[in-house]
Every structure is written in C-alpha cells, then in structure tokens.
C-alpha cells in the first residue's frame, strides 16, 4: 500500500457493491468487489455491516468520507438520498444523504439519483457514471447511451443532464431468452446479420415486434433457425424497437455509447446502421471518476 | 351415467389434459381435468399412462376412439403430429397421426397443427377451436382472435384457415408483471380508464413501448401510481403495440373473438375502442365441438 485510505468511493447497486480505497491524491490504494447488493440487505444498519467486511483489516485509523452512489440510495436501500430533478448537473456530495454510522471512522455520504417529471423517469447510479464523463470532458455536447438491464438515453449540455429516457431492453432480452417458449431455440454465440436484420425489421415496424418475436420460436421449428442466430435475432428486434423510440435521442446527434461489453458492441453496429455518428467510451473507470468528483467537491466545502 | 362411452375428446396442452367422455350421439357423459400436461411428461408412452389414470375406472370394454388435440402432437409429446400448411381447413380425423397403445381398448389419433410458411408460424390446438367454431357456424367468414399467453389472429373463409399470426403477448404480461422490476408497484385490480388509455398509447406509437413499459416503475416511485393502475397499464401497453401489429386483421373485419374469460373482455374493450366490429364466441366448448366434429369425420370414413 503506497499510502494511507484517505476515502472510500462506493458503486452500490442491486446485485454487487463495488468499493475502492483512495489515497489523498485520489490514486485507487485497492478495489474490492462483493455481491452484497442492495437486493440481499436489509434497510438500513446491514449496509454498514457489509462496507465492514468488504473493508475488512484496511480500516483506516482516522475518520475518512466515504462517497456512495446506485440503488443503497433507494427506498429499500441504506437510506433514501431524494432524487435532484433533471434538469440538473449529475448531483455531488453538497446533495448527498449523510447516514449516522456506528463506527465513527466512516462518514458516508449518500449520492442522490436524478428524476425527470414529465415523462416520469428515474435513475440512481448513471447519473454518476455521466458526472465522470463530464469530469473527463467539460464541454460534452451531446446524447450518451448507457446499454444495461434499464437502458438510460440522455441528453448532456452544459454540464446538465438535460433530459433522459429508459428502455427495459436489456430486462426483456433476459425474460424471454431464459424464461419464455423462446428459451427452447435459444442458444449461445452471435450471427451479426441476423442481428442486424433483425434491428432493421423492428426499427421500420416496431408494432410488429410481439409477432415477430413468436416468430424466433417458429423459424426454430419450421426452419431450423440456429441456436446464435435467434439469440442474435431477439436482440436486434429488442433493440431495433428501442432505437425507433429513442430517435429524438440519437438522430443528428452525436452519441457516447458508455460501454465496453458485449451489449455496447451491439447498440455501437446498431446505431452505425442506421448512419448514426457513434463513438465509444470505456465505462468501466466512469463511475469512479464521477465519485472522485464528488469527493473533490466534498473537500472544497469543507 | 345416461350410455356407454363410445369416444374420448382430449384437449391435451403443455400445463394441462381436459378429458371428455362422449357417448354414440356425441353426448358429454362427464368431463376429468388433469394437471399431467405435456410438461410433465416425457415423451412418448407416459401419455398413455396418464390418459389411462384420467379414465380411471370408466375403461370402456370395447375398444373406443381417443381424439387428441394440442401440444401433445409436438415433438416433445406423445407423437409429433406433422403440420397441415395453411392455407387450409383445420385438419380431421384423416390427417391424424394414429399412434400405437400398450391397452387396446383405446384407439389414439392425434390431430395435427397447423403451420404457416412465410411468414413462418404455427398453431397446436386452436386450429380445433377454429374447426370448432365453423362447426357451428360453417359460413364464417372473418377474423378470429384467440386471446391467450400466445394469442392468434386468424383470416377464416371457405372453411379454411387463410393465414395466421402469433403474439407473444400474453407470455410477456406474465412475465414482465412477475418477474420484471415492475413486479414492485403492480397488484390486484383493473382500472379500465389505465388501460385504455395505454392501448391508445401504444397503438399510435409503438416504438415508445420499451421506454412507456418503465414508465411504469417510475410512475410507482414518483406519482404513487396505484398497482391496479398499473397491472392495466402493462397490459393496455402491450395489447396496443399488437393491436398495432395486427391491424391489416381487424381493420374493417367481422372480428370474432373465442374467449370467455377477463383477457378476452380486455381485447374487446381495446378493439371496441378503436371502432371494429367485435363479436364475442363464448370458447369454453369450442375444442370439444371441434374434436367432435374430427370423431364425426373418422365415423364416415370408418
């Protein structure tokens, strides 16, 4: 260890947490994963318990911040940090929800999620992935797509988060290709044309996609439909459905797709179709830098 | 008991067996459900044992006939029961598969499905309720919809089944309220106003249907939308996009929908809204009139 824990940035979700220890100059010391999500807690005191043990023998000896986003701020999480409404910049530690903790060494700070009002709409984690964009780039102008199980589109100007708007893609895609009749012809690997037949057919007629997905089960039967290419299939009708919603988000517009997996690849040769200008950035350090950010702003008040 | 049993009708589907005992005039002498569907079966001889503990102690001496119908003709039943190629009459007696029994006093035939080839479909069980109904009313010439977890538009003229087109919307309903993050806020309950609404919704634009789908979950977080509000909502949000699908079926058509139950009252009131022509058939008979209609076929041509 090249230094002493001077903060803990925390990516708190559903299914995992996610916990880095940083020095003063905000270097990452450590990073520890645990599957102590917000799904498997309690409300509440369980929370501090599971930071405990994923701090485990590193404990710092004075009292640091530790700076949270994602789902422990929902109702059924640590504590409820109110959502700030869009539009609004990605809310920092001066927004944040302060939990009492048992142990003084911590003081935790809860980062809000962002609302939108009309449409309804929700997120709690994204918004933080996108405050690390900006932190990266001040002067993003422009839509960033964030592929996952709640797909969010949002539109970034001035450093706030303008609007945004999600898709249950991704949760769908999971439904009914483990747990639906499709699951029977569905199998792993990938056929980029069938996918991206599939994205054309929806994006021109997305009414026609309820039919269009019995249709995976039937060509599976009737036309010996492979394994990879109705898994490709059913993302492309998924996603090509999204696409012809989220339009207002992408057309004209230049996108960052936050993404470095598989289902980023997707939406990346979805949208270079359709002649969108797509470019890529790698999530994978985003939500670090947004916590980073918030504890920059954190040290500034104090 | 008014006779002796001189045919067994069975409505063999992958959860459940419907069992009729009929005498010489087609006259139901009683009626057994069974929960061994094909799901529960292996394929091949476990059919057999089933029907045969359904029959219990009302084994006819003589040898009868057993008409067979639904997912017990697939692949993964007791004999696969090739498709009849629409377009065509829903399949008799003549194109059953006769399959082989250990007991011969049961004589098993097991009506085929039906199949289209382009677009690619296929049906197994309602082309008996269609038959069925055509068995009542041999001049129907129209549209029949058949709400269900796979629901069926079918053209019906001249007898025959013209084409036909599958949605999967039902299936996604189940899941999308039991298991999806919407599972939070949906309860019991119907809100007529909810649903109408989102079928209008839907059906003007169909490409929102992802993003409206989560609007659900944040309705429930932000504006307390209340979890019968919001089951009728999910489910006026998918019939809509398949109203919108399926338009070229209903649009100017005499619409019969086969349905007795709350989904079938659903599309009615959907369709009704929309201005078409509906009527309703009620269908809880209609698989029996149509293997009826099969054993009447077999006696002509016995």
């Known amino acids: 260890m090249s230094g002493a824990v ?82 609004c910049e990605s809310p920092g530690a001066a927004d944040a929800t302060r939990v009492p903790t048992a142990t003084d060494r911590l003081k935790v700070y809860i980062l809000p999620g962002v609302k939108q009002v009309s449409p309804p709409d929700v997120m709690r984690g994204e918004e933080t992935q996108i405050a690390g964009l900006i932190a990266r780039e001040p002067e993003f102008d422009g839509v960033v797509c964030l592929p996952g199980t709640h797909t969010k589109w949002a539109r970034i100007s001035a450093r706030e988060i303008v609007s945004f708007q999600t898709f249950m893609t991704g949760e769908m895609f999971a439904l009914l290709s483990r747990q639906s009749v499709l699951r029977h012809g569905i199998g792993e690997g990938w056929d980029q044309d069938a996918f991206l037949e599939a994205v054309s057919g929806t994006m021109s007629r997305p009414a026609g996609m309820a039919a269009q997905l019995f249709g995976i089960r039937s060509s599976g039967l009737l036309a010996g439909l492979a394994p990879a290419a109705a898994r490709s299939r059913l993302s492309g009708l998924l996603i090509g459905a999204e696409l012809a919603g989220a339009r207002p988000y992408w057309l004209g517009q230049r996108v960052a797709i936050l993404g470095a997996d598989g289902i980023a690849d997707a939406y990346e040769a979805a949208l270079a179709a359709q002649g969108a200008q797509v470019e890529r950035v790698d999530a994978s350090d985003l939500t670090l830098d947004g916590l980073r950010a918030a504890w920059a702003a954190l040290k500034e008040t104090a």
């Open 6 to 87: 001077a903060c803990f940035a925390a990516d708190w979700g559903t299914t995992h947490l996610r916990l880095w220890a940083l020095d003063a100059s905000g270097a990452v010391l450590w990073q520890r994963d645990s599957d102590e999500g917000m799904g498997k807690l309690a409300p509440g005191g369980a929370f501090e318990t599971a930071l405990v043990r994923a701090i485990g023998p590193d404990m710092p000896a004075a009292s640091v911040p530790v700076i949270v986003c994602g789902m422990a701020g929902s109702r059924q999480g640590w504590a409820e940090a109110p959502y700030a409404t869009a539009p």
